[in-house]
């Protein structure tokens, strides 16, 4: 059976059914509400599992699933070398959300991320401590910013209402997603001219580690035709 | 494998074990052949002094574990611990010598190892900086025998003088020096300076029109609610600083390309020399840098390194992990791809300064890659 991995509620398992179904594959839970199991019609020897959008990752890494609906940034952000695990195999043109680096909008002297390098300079000499940038997305921010040649800041954890960080005085600025502009300004934040980190929006990707044997390989043959994807691009 | 060890198969039991352990005693008894005392740092270093002095980045390269008593790494290097031992316990002048494992993060599919031993040596004194530059380079060489090398040198002192001798203010000079070991955001920076300068004021026009109409705190009002530690009184200090840099003169093309040349010199220590020369003239504080280099070329000769068997590159230490701020070497496997640089050192004089609080001590040293060596001494993998 090919494994097919599909957020277990919200939006974007309604979203993920609508999708799938306008293509001629209709996804169902089987069961009650509280059974993570699911059916697929329309394609045979597709296994539909019910997950959290975060634990879809990790189940692609190690090979639990063939496919999966997530989001783009929490591949980026949990499997390094994403590309050599998972391919793409289509942008669902849903959940759209922005990575992004924001600071109090007040700060008219902060447009780029050279700004920000030289505020943190001025600010660490003032305070005693590095500028702190409040995110979840610890991976993806660390690299965007060495790629940018960002001294001394310090990243914070922030797992939820990272906005409100500055506020609290528990960060200088944030990196965050953001699918609208209005939360940022509701805590009077403003986006860097230069600070998208990723665009990101639900994929369906399909993770090279997994068993691929015969039945899984004509399964993915069958759902691709069904859903009109090319090959995806090999591993490199 | 369980037993494989970083560029050595099998090397963790039996035969294979017991020829790295004479090849390390090999080392360290040529590490300490001057007399350098023997030193054994903890291998758990409090992580918040590995990031105030290397920055986030260093979470990428080090482990980092966590109990009640608060969050350490595991040493990715021996630098900052001998500096602290040596704060702590150490008399000058010192010649410290060590051998243990060190740990980095690798991502996923890389090959480099993530535990590998470094046997090293370590001199903190002050008075003649080629002299003890020199003996570092001698005796990292000596522990090295007759393994197939080539040695690479670098200098930043002649990169942070060719800074301090631009015509230009106080404000670039020390962003420039900031930036030094990142080479992305200095590029950028001296663009911005130089050929960027018209378009960086033209980007922030309104802010600095407002600063030249008195109306800065207006503007930041403007802004938005002044929420968070950093506050209207900061931004308006760096606004000030935007203008003052707006009406800085450019960087002179000459400039860019003389730091760029700087930068760029590549060849044996002896024709960088002539190379540095030319570009020192009329620069004071450059040539005076040049005075050093050449001065430390006489005492590698008098401890019969030849530098016309150098190689010299100008860029050479500027993206490593450590914080060197002079001379800098490393010995290259010769034919093979696959081994990491078998010995690397430097100057660290500035390391020393943060780490002490402002006191300082002059400091110079190298590591060896014990595995890597033998890697290379007995061939294969």
Known sequence: ?236 | MVSDRAYLKGARIGAPLGRLEAEVARVMAALSATGAIRVEPEVLQPADVLLDLYGEDIRARAFTVRDEMGEMMLRPDFTVPIVRLHMDAGAEPARYVYCGPVWRRQDAGSDRPREYLQAGFEIFEAGDAAAQDAEALAVICGALGDAPVRIVTGDLGLVLAAIDALATSAARKAALRRHVWRPARFHALLHRYGEGHAAAAAARAEVLAAEAAGRTRALIAVGGVAVGLRDADEVAARVARLAAEAETEPLGRDDVDRLEAVLGVEGSATAALADLRRLARGLPRLDAAVDRYARRLEALAARGIEPEALRFEGSFGRTTLEYYDGFVFGALPVGRDDLPPIATGGRYDALTRVLGQGQGIPAVGGIVRPEALMALREGGC
């Open chain 1, 1 to 236: 059976m090919l494994k097919l991995g599909v957020p277990s509620k919200g939006r974007l398992q309604e979203e993920t059914i609508r999708w799938f179904g306008a293509r001629g594959v209709r996804l169902a839970r089987t069961g009650g509400d509280r059974e993570y199991r699911g059916s697929v019609a329309g394609v045979a020897g597709v296994e539909l599992v019910l997950l959290s959008a975060g634990e879809i990752p990790g189940e692609l890494l190690s090979g639990r699933l063939h496919l999966g609906v997530t989001g783009q940034d929490l591949i980026r952000e949990r499997l390094p070398r994403w590309q050599d695990r998972v391919a793409e195999l289509a942008p669902m043109g849903f959940g759209r959300a922005d990575l992004i680096v924001a600071v109090p909008g007040f700060w008219i002297d902060v447009r780029d991320m050279g700004d920000l390098d030289a505020a943190a300079g001025a600010f660490r000499a003032r305070h005693g401590h590095r500028l702190r940038v409040a995110t979840k997305y610890h991976h993806l921010v660390r690299s965007f910013f060495e790629r940018h040649g960002i001294a001394d800041y310090q990243l914070v954890d922030s797992q939820g209402a990272t906005e409100g960080a500055v506020k609290n005085l528990t960060a200088e600025a944030i990196a965050d997603i953001t699918s609208t502009g209005s939360t940022l300004r509701d805590n009077h934040l403003r986006v860097l001219d230069d600070g998208l980190i990723l665009r990101s929006e639900a994929t369906l990707f399909l993770a090279r580690g997994a068993a691929w044997d015969a039945a899984a390989e004509a399964a993915l043959a069958a759902l691709r035709d069904r859903l009109g994807l090319a090959e995806p691009a090999a591993a490199g």
